[in-house]
């Protein structure tokens, strides 16, 4: 007998009411017949456990039954538990719509026409709607108590009657008249308009002892807590006509408490609404910030950063510390960690909006106003954006990942016949590579199918589909507009660290895999040949080359032909130079000791080869290596050279090779004879019968075409030769490659496609970013193409466990950037995403600019120059994670990596002053000395210190002097990216635009305060709601705070930490 109970089955004895056996209903499936006289059922486990067959009474009972057994897992339950949240929210909706419509005319309820709604007039691309907030003459419940508070920003749609919570301001503590520094902003594709209410709910937070006492940011269906932490003071709503159209663009609202036995409310004080216009500084109040704000304190917040919701996240408050550590010594420097874009008629610019926005998406801002330190207000937008170049970029290239492929597997199987040994190898290699390619094409099938966001969260990382696509890869930029500098803006791309999440990281990441593998390669012994990574990319490089100059060559022969039977002297000449230059491009593209050695080998490996003594004599240890291959051809001995003998003719390819040429020689040698002779007889037929001399030329005309013809014919044809002969050497030698390494070197390709992918994603979206900033600015455009792009990696990973294989990754991806190269074209379409060409080792990735920006561009860049990259990564663990490696780990690949970027920085810089006149940097950045700056990074990084965060600001410093781009990243570019960011952008305000030295740290908490995001859920009515107690998402978080007591304790805790890691393994 079966008895259900929860998600426990039991399985009862006939005999006796006890249970016999328990099966637990998790991980399982149930399987039920459709035939109308089957009543049996199937448990399956996922677990491979033996199948579980249950028979019911009758069909009814075992339909019964199967639903039961569904419904009893935790997925079932979980099923149930939503289904009820979707209740409740539509009752709280139903509330809210009733609540909102007390806000609205009756007419406008009552109307059953189509509304019509008055649009507000904005700047193209700009927010529509900003303003400013403070309070005054607050009145608290008791006399004594000073009201710490903040406010809430609901929108009363016209259109849907509904109250919906936007956003509130941080927490000012301690004053009656508090002026708060957040503002709020509406992004432009947000449906506001005249006739839309805004409601500002102010209130006075009760525990000050908590610093994050706000509301969360919780998805739909969750409620927060109910803890009493908080008071409604009052609330005021205006018509956002009313502030547009106000003289003064303020105004001034009553704050009044609300409550069910008054009519009017209670008075407790009064809100001052300000329009803010960016462009437009707001003068007077200056006095009253200034004396008042010694008395009004902060509340600090946890700091956000693009997550799921495309928000902040929490962190630990230890990485604060860290990270503030920066600041101590910039006080006397200019702080350029974000450079400075000015070019007013390129921000607000009509012409560059198409093409941005086709890269840009989704965009969040945030406003502020801080007090600089001459008693003047500056103005601070902060804006977050998604790009669609998060899923663009990887399908681009996995569809050229495909199309290569097919293209290697064709070339294995055109190698002709090979000895048996070979010929299973190449069965074996193409077999692996089929089932690769077909995991390409159903991940690309897979990605063509999402739909939602442009990008990928940090908890979808370990997702197989989207494993080619960055973790939050998201624009951060500050727009600032100040006194000292107006319309300054200040970018920086956050994207988490490129790596192959799916694959793990158990035996490390790919710098270690790569190094095991390429080892193993040398020191095993193989059924193949040894071929370097070097020339097996040199292999890849002329398999390009000749499928890239093939067709060229063809075509420009053609085009001989044809400038021949037209009698063109000029079109003649023109197709002979272009045909001159591709044919000596190809040749030298075979002038290579791997092509003959390739096809000695390929010799070898032909069924019915016998290798003879050469007449050069050898040890007899040669000999009887030699002897053991004819008596076993199919144990062929791994070798890093290849024998020669006296069958194979080693000139032959020679010959081939060079009759390319000589038949090119005789191309040009009769086009030269032919032009000389036209040029003869038009000197002496120059008084002739014109009509005489039409039939002439047109006889001519056959004759050059008639002469040509054969020679051309002989070019192609030796050329092909050379094609066939060179094509199958070289897929022999990848043959090698790939027969060495099954499946490992598959893999390892794999992944390194996946990590290149994430870093290609991030490099293509700082490029068009800086491009579109910085298209006025001649100095960097100059750079450009005579230098080349610096691009500096800011990474906050740490070296222990998981981490360390994800810096790996990290590693190998962004020097695999180094093979990436730039081209900028004119825009033929509307369509202005980024064109991906080329193969593994050699990308180029086309730019298309509209033709008005095109033409801002030099003449170099217009006439398709190719850009190159200088990727630098400079990396700093400053997590717990990085005290466990560095008490009781190994910090030393971190060290190597940030020891090899600075040679390449070096690098940079030297190839930088050499090409580049000494006024092409910004006249903000003259003071500080590169040369110095450089040296003290190179004494950082010898210093070897413990969580040297100066690294990162000397890095960060130099980028930025060097017109570089800049990123940062973490393992999920959530937390430790978020602190970074926040506190770069506080310094950059202190240093280039006075920031008022006591708003510093107020500064940066309104920048890290999630309650300023807006988004906010409550489980009641805003004026009876209770503020919920929001606990920090970190674990870390008190057990850290309390070892900040006693180093002892530290140790305590790293200890016991070490033996939770070792249990939790075992």
Not at 165 to 175: A, D, H, L, N, Q
Not at 679 to 692: F, H, I, L, Q, V
Request: aromatic letters at 6%; one cysteine or more; a negative charge.
């Amino acid at each position: 007998m079966l008895q259900a109970r929860g998600r426990f089955l039991l399985l009862e004895n006939l005999t006796s009411s006890e249970a016999s056996e328990v099966v637990i209903l998790e991980r399982c499936w149930v399987v039920e017949f459709k035939s109308k006289t089957d009543v049996s059922i199937i448990l399956k486990f996922q677990s491979g456990e033996p199948d579980l067959y249950i028979e019911a009474a009758s069909k009814p009972d075992c339909e019964a039954w199967a639903v039961a057994l569904g419904e009893a897992n935790s997925e079932g339950l979980r099923n149930k538990i939503q289904q009820l949240r979707r209740l409740i929210m539509e009752i709280k909706e139903e509330r809210a719509s009733e609540e909102a419509r007390q806000f609205l005319p009756s007419s406008q309820v009552d109307s059953l026409g189509e509304p019509q709604f008055t649009s507000i007039q904005r700047i193209a691309n700009e927010p529509k709607l900003e303003f400013s907030l403070a309070c005054k003459g607050l009145v608290a419940a008791t006399r004594d108590r000073k009201l710490n508070t903040f406010i809430q920003v609901s929108v009363v749609h016209p259109a849907e009657h509904i109250l919906t919570r936007y956003s509130s301001t941080e927490i000012v503590e301690g004053t009656r008249d508090p002026l708060f520094l957040t503002g709020v902003t509406f992004p432009p594709e947000y449906p506001i308009y005249e006739e839309t209410k805004i409601k500002l709910t102010v209130y006075d937070v009760k525990d000050k002892s908590q610093d994050t006492v706000l509301t969360s940011v919780l998805p739909d269906h969750k409620e927060p807590r109910a803890d009493v932490g908080r008071s409604f003071l009052g609330c005021a709503t205006f018509r956002v006509g009313d502030l547009v159209k106000s003289k003064e663009q303020q105004l001034t609202l009553t704050l009044r408490f609300l409550s069910r036995t008054s009519d009017g409310g209670k008075t407790v004080g009064t809100i001052e609404v300000n329009l803010v216009k960016m462009g437009e500084f707001e003068d007077g109040e200056m006095d009253h910030i200034t004396t008042d704000a010694q008395d009004q304190k902060f509340l600090c917040f946890l700091p956000l950063k693009s997550c799921s919701c495309g928000f902040l996240s929490a962190t630990c408050a230890h990485n604060t510390e860290n990270l503030e550590r920066m600041t101590d010594r910039r006080a006397k420097e200019e702080c350029a960690l974000v450079r400075e874009c000015t070019a007013p008629e390129g921000l607000s610019g009509k012409d560059n909006l198409p093409s941005l926005n086709a890269v840009l998406k989704n965009p969040i801002c945030k406003l502020y106003r801080f007090p600089t330190s001459d008693n003047k207000w500056m103005r601070i937008r902060e804006q977050m954006a998604e790009t669609t170049l998060s899923f663009h970029v990887p399908k681009e290239l996995i569809n050229l990942h495909i199309k290569e492929d097919m293209r290697r597997n064709q070339e294995l199987k055109d190698l002709g016949e090979l000895a048996p040994h070979w010929d299973n190898m190449r069965k074996s290699v193409i077999a692996h590579c089929d089932q690769m390619l077909s995991m390409y094409q159903d991940t690309l099938a897979e990605l063509g199918k999402h739909t939602g966001s442009s990008f990928k969260s940090s908890c979808s990382k370990g997702e197989k589909t989207l494993e080619f696509i960055p973790i939050n890869l998201h624009l951060q930029r500050m727009h600032v507009h100040s006194p000292r500098l107006k319309d300054a803006l200040y970018d920086v791309i956050t994207v988490g660290a490129p790596a192959a999440h799916f694959q793990g990281f158990k035996n490390g990441g790919l710098r270690k895999l790569l190094s095991k593998f390429e080892a193993e390669r040398r020191n095993t012994g193989y059924q193949c040949i040894y071929y370097s990574p070097e020339n097996t990319a040199k292999a890849k490089e002329v398999l390009s080359n000749i499928n890239h100059l093939q067709p060229l060559i063809s075509s420009h022969a053609d085009l001989l032909l044809n400038s021949a039977s037209q009698h063109s002297p000029d079109s003649l000449k023109n197709s002979l130079k272009m045909l001159s230059e591709k044919t000596e491009l190809f040749v030298h593209a075979f002038k290579d000791q791997l092509v003959r050695s390739a096809l000695l080998a390929l010799y070898t490996a032909r069924p019915g080869c016998v290798l003879k003594k050469p007449a050069v004599p050898r040890s007899s240890a040669e000999e009887s290596d030699d002897l053991k291959h004819q008596n076993h051809p199919s144990q062929i001995k791994r070798q890093d050279s290849i024998p020669h003998h006296s069958e194979y003719d080693e000139e032959e390819w020679d010959r081939v090779w060079a009759n390319v040429g000589k038949s090119l020689n005789c191309v040009i040698a009769m086009v030269d004879r032919l032009l000389e002779k036209d040029n003869s007889s038009k000197t002496k037929e120059g008084e002739s019968d014109p009509s005489a001399a039409d039939c002439k030329v047109l006889h001519a005309g056959g004759d050059w075409y008639e002469q040509l013809y054969p020679l051309v014919i002989t070019l192609k044809d030796c050329m092909g030769e050379v094609v066939t002969r060179a094509k199958q050497s070289m897929a022999f030698v990848l043959l090698q490659e790939l027969a060495c390494g099954l499946p490992q070197c598959l893999m390892l390709t794999l992944r390194r496609d996946i990590v290149f992918s994430q870093a290609l994603a991030g490099l293509v979206c700082g490029f068009i970013i800086k491009l579109h900033t910085s298209l006025h600015d001649q100095g960097f455009l100059q750079q450009l193409h005579t230098v080349g792009l610096l691009v500096q990696y800011e990474g906050l990973l740490s070296t222990y466990s998981e981490e360390a294989g994800m810096l790996e990754d990290m590693a190998v991806g962004i020097s695999d950037l180094q093979k990436v190269m730039f081209k900028v074209i004119e825009a033929k379409s509307e369509d202005f995403l980024p064109i991906i060409t080329g193969r593994r080792e050699h990308y180029v990735i086309e730019v298309q600019l509209p033709a008005k920006m095109f033409e801002l561009l030099p003449q170099e860049i217009k006439e398709g120059k190719l850009l190159r990259m200088y990727p630098v990564l400079f990396n700093v663990g400053i997590n717990e994670q990085q005290t466990l490696a560095e008490r009781f780990g190994d910090t030393t690949l971190q060290e190597n990596i940030n020891q090899e970027n600075l040679e390449l920085l070096k690098e940079y810089y030297n190839l930088f002053t050499e090409k580049m006149p000494p006024d092409c940097l910004p006249h903000f950045q003259e003071q500080n000395d590169l040369k110095g700056l450089l040296e003290n990074l190179h004494q950082n990084i010898q210093a070897k210190r413990r969580k040297n965060v100066e690294i990162m600001w000397l890095a960060a410093t130099i980028c930025r002097k060097l017109n570089g781009v800049r990123f940062t990243c973490c393992k999920s570019a959530k937390d430790r990216t978020s602190m970074s960011v926040t506190l770069e952008q506080c310094s950059i305000l202190r240093d280039e635009h006075q920031l008022h030295k006591d708003f510093f740290i107020r500064a940066l908490d309104c920048m890290r305060s999630r309650q300023t995001q807006g988004a906010l859920n409550e489980s009641d009515d805003p004026e009876t709601g209770c503020l919920t107690d929001n606990k920090p998402t970190s674990r870390h978080f008190y057990p850290v705070a309390l070892l900040l007591v006693s180093s002892h304790l530290l140790v305590v805790w790293l200890i016991l930490s070490l033996a939770l890691l070792l249990a939790k393994y075992q």
